[in-house]
Each structure stands twice: as structure tokens, then as C-alpha cells.
């Protein structure tokens, strides 16, 4: 295997969180390497057909695939290298092993930074009920490969023409336009909550599109072996629907793809799925950074472009030796409906931290109060905390109580009886 | 033309069959309902290659899995067939169950696995330091090792077709009759004759005997089985193929390490009466995660990457219904339930020793070299050349995807050539790669992933 000279930052995954590091590092003067596994950088946007992207970054309303284009180009003329086509396979402690066309190589680094995203969960990862056709299930991402990949043509793949579609986060809006650009009319849009997850334009959407919306429906079976035939739905009152159809979409419920972090033996938080970080994006192990939606479930591209911003500039202090050490913060975990809190290791104090707030997501809706207690069930903090899933909840951890460093606190809610 | 036999049925047993006989010069006919190999039972097992210990003594389907096992290991290398040598640990997780290992290990001793050993709770966790402390003793097993389960079957129809032999796909046998010296077989891609059939039919081996003989001399009682697969990161916890003490139904739940570097836990046994329905639900699942997070606590937390469910052709009775019918040229293979893998070349050569008939072997063509996708062993990814990596889970690359679509024995559908490249077999199930997958496939599967959408203006 050739080994490579080390770079200043190795910055695996070339989408929002991934360039915009790489153009803040290769700004300040680092010599930045971006891999990407796809034979096209730019990351998830790169497949959203649909609009609105870039309000934070570019200040200018932009579809996905002029955005993904314009956070290459703004790293590319910032100094980075970004090498697609290039997968990185494993990290060891002498670099990355780097799948490429021409061979595998070992790329050295003085910091890594994982920016590898996230993907939906599959069928199997929902343990969905039913049979295993072939054809016919799919995620939004990989719809939105047929539409818009590199491969589509100009009017796009069709799987199927007349599909249920699972889930109501934000993602299944563009589900809908998708579907919509492939001249697809789904049958159903269904959710097993009691409201859409997503706030606007997924509440609404379906409505617009006559697609009818059914709350509180889950799938208890899947019929078809080579094509899908049809899917039986159980509703709310017990009563049971069988649609005829022939694909099932299945949006949301994104989850890390955090595989090379777990194989690299970093902690990984059981509740995000996603690497541990701290208030710098700092991993269990040293010298490795992780930024975008590789630590959660989903956030939108602006925020993982920010996030991959402020990151870089933590690793600038870092390589100028300006970092407070690791694992001296306060390790928070979550208990009940808090989904994750980011980050999971809190240094106090931190200023000009990648994560100058604690980030929370629910399971459903909450309304109660927040609280954090240390070891022995002392409640260390609390405030009044109303959230729904998925959806943005961020904290100001500047109340929160200096603990000793190295403990774990935990992080509950105390829910207030429903009206 | 009259093929010397018609084999009824592209599974393990009816591939190892097909190159048994075009081995030896048969003009050989494969006759399969599915668009590909391995579109029934075959398709789901726990792929490991199993040494007969815990077999019925002095079965026929002891005899045939130890000679099928013989038989791979010498055929493997040529054929590029790999084998992660695992071992077995038969595991008792209480007293009850501890007490019954002396007799397992005396059956295992009587079945020539000599080698097979009693374990003490501490020598088990030495091996195997993730398992749960909870263990009690256990039995090692040297000889048992996982295999690829969709490679070997695919070499052997591979062989056979070099040999001569013909494939015929999407045939559902609809009627036969015998005029006293060969079978006429109507289907539905036309009408074919052979002196001899085999029946290896799997989970409607009993109807197709039915069909040709007006009756049958077994019922298949199908038997679900529900697979969990972990990630890849859980492929480290694990050494050992661990079997719990069987009952006298099932060999019971399974942990083990597959070829492709995932884990496994499975299979349920479920016995139900459609033949061809094989699904998952989320409480038999959830409950054998429950299972293997009891045996290996780190488990907890793993992703998963695929689930799965297969129906075994068990019968009426527990062991194999090998059957030939006098004077008829028919010969039922059937009952092979869930030790079909390891003993299908056994099998194979038990029913070729059967029929007498005369062994002309053609002059040897070389056996077909199988694309390496064993985890353990390079794959094409670390060569260069390959264009690009198609399936990133499963590292798999166009040049891969490419060689497939054009082998001998290309894929029929799309679960044919995931089992031939792994492709969308890995954590994401396609979120990334199946939109390159339907071009890659164009015009190669029938009736395609995805279509080009109609322009709207012509």
C-alpha cells in the first residue's frame, strides 16, 4: 500500500459539514484533503432537486445541486484538494486507508474530521413486519438518486408508480416534490404519530397534493416477492386497510453513518448513534474531530456547513496548541424522550466552542421541565422545556453548573400532566 | 431432444445435483420456477458448513454431510470457495442444559468427530471473552466453519452448465407423464423430456412428487426461520460459531460470524402452512436480538444491517426423504431442511450412486474460478482497475457489478445479483447506492429496477 505525507486536516465525507471545514482550514493556510466515496462531491444536496438551500451560507435562494456545486467550488478556491471516487475504509493509527481507482493508499493526517453524514434507516434497521419483495422499497435518498444522480438523465429513473410513502419529518416533503418531478402520485402518506412530525411544509403538503394523510397508521404487513403488491396498514381505532400498490417509500428516521467511527473503536453514543464529541467536535481519540449530521439524526445543510465552519476553527486552536485537554468536561446522558443532547461531553467554560449550545431531540412531545442531576439523583439544574421530534431544540449550556470534570450527569424531563 | 435427466428445482441440492451429473456426462436439464438460483429455501440459511456432530447416527443424512463436507474442502480451492474456520461452541446456558453435553459429546464422538471436546465455563470465556459470564460449559466443535452460502451453490450450476447442462428458468412443472422409458414434462416455457427426474423441489417437493406419481410418499410441514443480521462491527465480539443444546426439533438458535464479516443471530422455527410466504415481524425479530444480547452483552446497541426470513422444506418426519421410484426414473430428494448447504455434494453423489448410471465423463473442463466477496480474503476493491465503488457498505465495484451481469450464469433478478456482488447487502440497503445500481442494470434484469420517466413531448 503507498503511503502518502501527512496533511494538516483529512476530511472525510465532501458534503455541507465536510467543505465547509475544509474551506475555513484552507483559508487559514492548512493543507486540507477531502474524500468522498461518491464519483461526485457535494454530498446529500447534490440529490435534492428542490429549493430552498443556501439562505445562510450564500444568502441567495438556490436549488440542492447549484448548492452542493457552489460549496465545492468555495472550498476548491479556498486551497482544499477534494478527491471524490476515493472511499476511506478504515482509520488506523497511521492514517486512512483509502480505496481508490489506482490502488489502496494510506493517507496520513495531524487531524482527521468525520463528516460522513447520515443515511434513512433501511427497512430491515425498522424491523418493519411483512415479506422482502425485490422491488419496490426504497428511501428517499435513493429515490432521489433516480431523480436527480448523475445518472438520470433529464426526466429521471421511475421505481414504481404508485407507492405508499412511511414518515412526515421535513425529509418527506421532499418526497413528495420528488415523486412529484418523476410524475409519481403516491397513494398514502402515513405516520404512526398522532401529528406530522415536520411543522410546514409536510403538514400541509400532502393536502396540496391530494395525497391522503393517515395519522396514527403503522405497516403490519408487506406483500410481494419480486415487486411490492400491496401493504396493510393497522389505523388508530384498531381497524385494519389493505392498499394495493407497488412500492413503499420510506422517508426519514435518519440515523448516523457513523461505520468507520464504530470500526475505529471511538465511542460511539448509544442514544445519537454518532460518534461521542465534545464542545470542539473532539472524539474519544486524539487528533479525530467529527462535525455534521454524523452526530445526530438530521439537520439541515446550513447548519451542517456552520457547524463544519466552526469545527475547522477548533481545529485551528487545536494545531496552535490552544485547546483546554480533552475529557475534562462534564459527560451528559439522556434518559426517557430525549433522543440525544449534543455534545456529550460538555467543557465548561469553553469559549469559541463548536458547540457553544447543548442540541436535544425528543421522541415525541414533551412539555415539562428539563432537568440534570449528577450521580447520586441531586438535580443540578432545571428549566421548563416544551419540544416536539425532531425538531430543533438548543440550550444555552452558559447556566448550566460547573460540575467536577469527568462526571456524568444526566439529562431527563419531568413531564407536566396533559391538559 | 430427451435430456438423461431433468432436475426439478435450482437450489443447493438441485445445483450440487445438476454438476454431479454433468460431471459425469449426463445431458442434464435444470428446470427451476424462479428467475434465478437460490429463489426458495436455498437463499436463507445460517451458511455454516456443519460436521454432522449432533446428525441422527448412522443417517443417511449423516453420511451425506460428511461426505459433502469432504467434498467441498477438496473442491474449494479450484473453485476460489471460501471457508472462515471458525469452529463451533456448543454453549449450555443452565444446569439442565449442562447436564445433557456428555450425551451430545458421546453422539458427536459416534458420529467420527473425534475431535469434538468438553469445555469447563472458564476454558469457554477464555475463547470467547464477550459471551455472558452467565454461560455454564459448552462443547467444542473444531470442524464446523462458515461458508459462503450463495458462492458454492452458484459454482456448482456454474460447473454444470460448463458440463453441458441447461438451465431453464421461470419453468413451473404443470404436468408429466411417463410412456415407460422417459418422462414428458410440461412447464411453462414449453415441454421437455428426460429418462430420469430428480425431484429437488424443496418446499413443494411433495406436490411435484405428487404431480409426476399421482401421490407422495411425504408432506412438507414448511418451517420459517427469521434471521437478524448485526453490523459489521459486531463480527469482532464473536469467534466461534455458538449452537445452543438442540431440541429434538430444531437445531435451535445460532450466533454466529458470517463470511461477509456481519453477525448473525437465527433462525426462528416457525411452522406454518404457506410455502412460499417467508416474513419477518418485529416481535420474533426483537426477541432474537433479546436472545443474542443475552449470550454476548455488547451486542446492545449494535445496528442492525438486514433481517431476513427462509422457509426449511421440513417434512412429516425429521430426517431426509430420499426416494427413488422403481421402474419410473424418478427419484424425490426431499426433507433436506436445514443441513442442505453442507450436504448437498454428498447428496448429489449419494442419488448419482443410486441411478447406476454410466459414468462417461466428458474430458474435464476447468471448474469455474467464483469472485471472492469473503471479508477475510482480498477483495476487488483492493486491486486497481475497478472504476468506481458502486455499493459503499459492502465495498463492491462496478467491475464487479460488470463481471456478474456477464458471467456464465448471470443473475435473473436483482436478489441474484446481491448474492452474487453483495451489492445493496450492507447497513444502508441502497439509500446509496440503488440509483447507480438501476443504471448500472439496465437492460440486464427483467423487469428492471427503474425505468426511464416518458418524456412528456415525445
Redesign the interface.
Known amino acids: 500500500m503507498d503511503s502518502l505525507p501527512p496533511v494538516d486536516l483529512l476530511i472525510i465525507g465532501a458534503g455541507p459539514a465536510g467543505l465547509g471545514a475544509a474551506a475555513t482550514a484552507a483559508a487559514a493556510g492548512l493543507s486540507v484533503v477531502v474524500l468522498d466515496?461518491?464519483?461526485v462531491a457535494g454530498g446529500m444536496p447534490r440529490l435534492c432537486g428542490h429549493s430552498p438551500f443556501g439562505m445562510r451560507e450564500f444568502h441567495r435562494i438556490m436549488g440542492g445541486r447549484a448548492y452542493a456545486a457552489r460549496l465545492v467550488a468555495t472550498a476548491e478556491r479556498a486551497g482544499a484538494r477534494i478527491l471524490a471516487?476515493h472511499?476511506a475504509?478504515q482509520i488506523t493509527a497511521a492514517g486512512v486507508h483509502v480505496?481508490t481507482?489506482?490502488?489502496?493508499r494510506c493517507m496520513a493526517y495531524r487531524r482527521l474530521l468525520l463528516a460522513t453524514g447520515l443515511?434513512?434507516a433501511?427497512?430491515?434497521?425498522r424491523?418493519?413486519?411483512?415479506?422482502?419483495p425485490?422491488?419496490g422499497i426504497?428511501?428517499t435518498?435513493?429515490l432521489?438518486?433516480?431523480a436527480y444522480?448523475p445518472?438520470?438523465?433529464?426526466?429521471?429513473?421511475?421505481?414504481f408508480q404508485r407507492p405508499v410513502v412511511l414518515g412526515s419529518e421535513l425529509v418527506a416533503a421532499s418526497a413528495l416534490l420528488t415523486l412529484r418531478h418523476?410524475?409519481i402520485r403516491p397513494l398514502a402518506l402515513i405516520e404512526a404519530g398522532a401529528h406530522p412530525v415536520a411543522r410546514w411544509p409536510v403538514g400541509l403538503l400532502p393536502r396540496l397534493m391530494g395525497v391522503p394523510c393517515h395519522l396514527n397508521t403503522r405497516i403490519i404487513?408487506?406483500h410481494g416477492?419480486?415487486?411490492v403488491q400491496a401493504v396493510a396498514l393497522r389505523h388508530a381505532n384498531g381497524s385494519v386497510q389493505r392498499i394495493d400498490c407497488d412500492g413503499l417509500l420510506l422517508t426519514g428516521a435518519f440515523?448516523p453513518?457513523s461505520?468507520l467511527a464504530?470500526?475505529a473503536g471511538l465511542r460511539?453514543d448509544?442514544a445519537s448513534?454518532g460518534p461521542e464529541i465534545d464542545s470542539f467536535g473532539r472524539c474519544s481519540q486524539p487528533g479525530i474531530y467529527a462535525a455534521g449530521n454524523v452526530l445526530r439524526g438530521v439537520e439541515t445543510a446550513g447548519w451542517a456547513w456552520a457547524e463544519g465552519q466552526r469545527t475547522a476553527r477548533a481545529i485551528l486552536r487545536d494545531l496552535a496548541g490552544d485547546l483546554p485537554p480533552a475529557d475534562t468536561g462534564l459527560r451528559i446522558a439522556t434518559t426517557g424522550p430525549l433522543r440525544l443532547c449534543l455534545p456529550q461531553n460538555v467543557i465548561p467554560g469553553a469559549r469559541h466552542a463548536a458547540h457553544p449550545q447543548l442540541q436535544l431531540r425528543v421522541t415525541r412531545h414533551v412539555h415539562g421541565r428539563l432537568v440534570l442531576r449528577d450521580a447520586t439523583g441531586a438535580e443540578l439544574w432545571s428549566r421548563r422545556l416544551t419540544g416536539w421530534p425532531e425538531r430543533r431544540i438548543l440550550i444555552a449550556p452558559a447556566r448550566i453548573p460547573t460540575l467536577p470534570s469527568g462526571e456524568t450527569a444526566i439529562l431527563s424531563i419531568t413531564e407536566q400532566a396533559t391538559r | 431432444m430427451v435430456h438423461d435427466v431433468a432436475i426439478i428445482g435450482a437450489g443447493v441440492v438441485g445445483c450440487a445435483m445438476a454438476r454431479r451429473f454433468a460431471r459425469a456426462g449426463a445431458r442434464v436439464l435444470l428446470l427451476e420456477r424462479g428467475?434465478d438460483i437460490l429463489s426458495g429455501a436455498s437463499k436463507a440459511n445460517s451458511a455454516i458448513l456443519h460436521t454432522g456432530f449432533d446428525a441422527p447416527p448412522d443417517s443417511l443424512e449423516l453420511r451425506c454431510m460428511q461426505a459433502g463436507y469432504q467434498e467441498y474442502l477438496t473442491i474449494r480451492h479450484a473453485m476460489n470457495l471460501p471457508l472462515l474456520d471458525t469452529t463451533a461452541l456448543v454453549l449450555a446456558w443452565s444446569e439442565t442444559e449442562a447436564a445433557r453435553l456428555p450425551d451430545i459429546l458421546a453422539q458427536a464422538h459416534r458420529n467420527g468427530v473425534a475431535d469434538a471436546r468438553a469445555l469447563t465455563r472458564a476454558e469457554v470465556l477464555a475463547r470467547e471473552p464477550r459471551l455472558a459470564a452467565s454461560v455454564h460449559a459448552g462443547l467444542l466443535i473444531p470442524g464446523e466453519a462458515v461458508i459462503d452460502p450463495w458462492s458454492a451453490p452458484l459454482a456448482y450450476a456454474t460447473e454444470a452448465l460448463r458440463h453441458g447442462a441447461t438451465l431453464c428458468f421461470g419453468a413451473t412443472v404443470q404436468a408429466a407423464s411417463f410412456d415407460g422409458a422417459a418422462w414428458l414434462i410440461d412447464t411453462t416455457r414449453g415441454r421437455f423430456g428426460a429418462r430420469l427426474v430428480i425431484n429437488c423441489a424443496g418446499t413443494h417437493g411433495d406436490h411435484i412428487e405428487a404431480l409426476f406419481l399421482g401421490r407422495s410418499h411425504f408432506t412438507i410441514r414448511p418451517r420459517k426461520g427469521q434471521f437478524v443480521?448485526y453490523?459489521?462491527?459486531a463480527a469482532a465480539l464473536l469467534g466461534a460459531i455458538v449452537l445452543p443444546v438442540p431440541d429434538d426439533r430444531t437445531k435451535g438458535v445460532v450466533l454466529t460470524r458470517t463470511i461477509f464479516g456481519n453477525l448473525l443471530v437465527g433462525p426462528t422455527a416457525e411452522d406454518q402452512p404457506d410455502r412460499?410466504?417467508?416474513?419477518?415481524?418485529?416481535e420474533a425479530?426483537?426477541a432474537l436480538m433479546q436472545r443474542a444480547e443475552t449470550m454476548i452483552p455488547a451486542l446492545?446497541?449494535m445496528?442492525?444491517?438486514?433481517?431476513?426470513?427462509g422457509l426449511r422444506p421440513a417434512s412429516d418426519a425429521k430426517h431426509y426423504r430420499i426416494h427413488a421410484e422403481p421402474g419410473r426414473g424418478f427419484i424425490t430428494v426431499g426433507g433436506i431442511r436445514s443441513t442442505g448447504l453442507t450436504a448437498a455434494l454428498g447428496i448429489a453423489a449419494h442419488v448419482f450412486d443410486l441411478c447406476a448410471l454410466p459414468d462417461t465423463a466428458p474430458p474435464p473442463q476447468p471448474p469455474p474460478m467464483m469472485p471472492n466477496l469473503a471479508e477475510h480474503l482480498p477483495r476487488d476493491?483492493?486491486?486497481?482497475?475497478?472504476?468506481?465503488?458502486v455499493c459503499?457498505?459492502e465495498?463492491v465495484t462496478r467491475r464487479e457489478i460488470e463481471a456478474a451481469l456477464h458471467a456464465d450464469l448471470p443473475p435473473g433478478?436483482?436478489?441474484g445479483l446481491r448474492r452474487r456482488t453483495r451489492c445493496a447487502m450492507g447497513?444502508?440497503?441502497?439509500?446509496?447506492c440503488?440509483?447507480?445500481l438501476?443504471?448500472l442494470t439496465a437492460g440486464h434484469l427483467t423487469?428492471p429496477?427503474?425505468?426511464?420517466?416518458?418524456?412528456r413531448n415525445g
Not at chain 1, 433501511?122 to 434497521?125: H, I, K
Not at chain 2, 429496477?449 to 418524456?455: D, I, K, M, N, T
Request: glycine share 14%; proline share 8%.
Open positions: 466515496r461518491a464519483t471516487n472511499s475504509v480505496a481507482p489506482d490502488g489502496v443515511r434513512e433501511s427497512r430491515a434497521a424491523l418493519l413486519p411483512g415479506e422482502r425485490m422491488r426504497l428511501t435518498g435513493a432521489q438518486g433516480l444522480g445518472g438520470a438523465g433529464s426526466g429521471g429513473l421511475v421505481p418523476l410524475g404487513d408487506i416477492r419480486d415487486q440515523t453513518d461505520s464504530r470500526m460511539i448509544p448513534q | 428467475a443480521i453490523d459489521k462491527a412460499d410466504r417467508a416474513t419477518v415481524d418485529p425479530l426483537t446492545k446497541n445496528p442492525v444491517t438486514a433481517v431476513y426470513a476493491w483492493q486491486h486497481p482497475g475497478y472504476g468506481e465503488i459503499h457498505c465495498l433478478d436483482f436478489g447497513r444502508c440497503q441502497g439509500f446509496g440503488h440509483a447507480r438501476a443504471e423487469p429496477l427503474a425505468l426511464p420517466r416518458e418524456r
